[in-house]
């Protein structure tokens, strides 16, 4: 046996195993400091590592997953989605339902988080309820290259945010959000946005489901790095069960 700890988690030995309420998941998973900026990602993966089922994550998450979900964007900022993700999962606004905002008026955030969407191509659509019907004016996160037709139509809608010049840069992207006072910053992916992110190495914390299935295609992984990478150590900060799926947190080591 080496100096390595293992731990048994389930079957759950004394003390823990508590049921959680969700006061209880709100502050596992609340900011320790709101004027620190902090980037965050939330993703399911099935057991073999697929981000994907059918091209969707609908079949690999469970109301465990779905709460979690929720509660990240009730304490963000800015939910920030690349473009790819707001398309195949048809995204339609931001907007919290009333626990969620009656939560957040009384911590005094605004009702709902800002949306944030990252495009390069800018192949979005204007009449979309994603701006059409959003509570708040979201944000479209491209780069200098962008198609200018695009980039008028949209201004429209959101506000457009050059943060790069071929790609948007990942530190651009972080300083344009902290400089709107979104200083907690939730990504909910996906692979290709996380990908460039992680390889800027400017995610601090992931919250990643592991769903009880094998998905067995060609389904992405929730990195999608343009380029291999050193490895980014990180550190677990808790792993919870709900039936056979495993809810965990990792903060990156640095
Ligand atoms: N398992 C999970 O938790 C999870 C989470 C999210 C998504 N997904 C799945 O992932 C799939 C989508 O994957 P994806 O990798 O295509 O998603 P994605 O990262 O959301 O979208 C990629 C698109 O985002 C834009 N983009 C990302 N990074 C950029 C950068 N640095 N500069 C400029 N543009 C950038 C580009 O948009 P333009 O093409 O508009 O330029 C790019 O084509 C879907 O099937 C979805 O269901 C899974």
């Known amino acids: 046996m080496t100096a ?24 596992l998973h609340s900011p320790p400091d709101r004027s620190s900026p902090r980037v965050r990602a939330n993703f399911v993966a099935s057991v073999d590592g697929s981000a994907t089922a059918a091209g969707r994550t609908r079949d690999l998450g469970g109301p465990a997953d779905l709460l979690v979900f929720d509660l990240l964007r009730r304490l963000c900022d800015v939910v920030v989605v690349g473009a790819g993700t707001v ?15 009656a939560w957040r008026r009384a911590a005094g955030l605004p009702d709902h988080p800002v949306f944030a969407i990252v495009s390069g191509t800018l192949g979005l659509d204007p009449t979309s309820g994603v701006f059409t019907d959003a509570p708040v004016r979201p944000v479209v996160l491209t780069h200098d290259g962008a198609p200018r037709d695009a980039r008028a139509r ?3 809608v959101a506000d457009v945010v050059s943060c790069g010049r071929d790609l948007v840069d990942p530190r651009l992207l972080v300083r344009a959000l902290v400089e709107r006072g979104l200083t907690q910053i939730h990504t909910e992916g996906g692979p290709a946005l996380f990908g460039d992110l992680v390889a800027a190495d ?16 060609a389904g992405p992984r ?30 990156r080591r640095r």
């Open 4 to 27: 390595t700890t293992v731990t048994q988690l389930h079957p759950a030995p004394p003390r823990a195993g508590a049921v959680l309420t969700v006061d209880d998941l709100v502050d």
């Open 87 to 101: 398309r195949d999962e048809g995204y339609g606004p931001m907007r919290l339902d009333d626990d969620a905002v």
């Open 154 to 156: 949209l201004g429209q």
């Open 202 to 217: 400017v995610v601090d914390e992931l919250c990643l489901t592991v769903s009880p299935n094998f998905e067995g295609g």
């Open 222 to 251: 929730i990195v999608a790095a343009r380029e291999a990478m050193a490895l980014k150590g990180l550190a677990l900060d808790h792993v919870l069960l709900a039936d056979d799926m495993l809810l965990t947190k990792w903060s």
